[in-house]
């Protein structure tokens, strides 16, 4: 089995990753908790039954 050893490149990428990730996620709770267009999934889905026909 070969072993990959991560390079400090490597490794700065992935938390580099990780923390936008993290940003963009937090950002997105944030935006629906303050912008809820749709009260529910089930309304969600009468909408677009309803847009289909």
């Known amino acids: 089995m070969k072993v990959i050893k991560n390079t400090t490149a490597t490794r700065l990428l992935n938390r580099f990753d990780n923390e936008l990730k993290n940003i963009l996620l937090s950002d997105l709770r944030a935006f629906t908790r303050e912008n ?16 289909v026909a």
């Open 36 to 51: 809820s267009f749709l009260l529910s999934k089930q309304q969600a889905i009468r909408r677009s039954t309803l847009s």
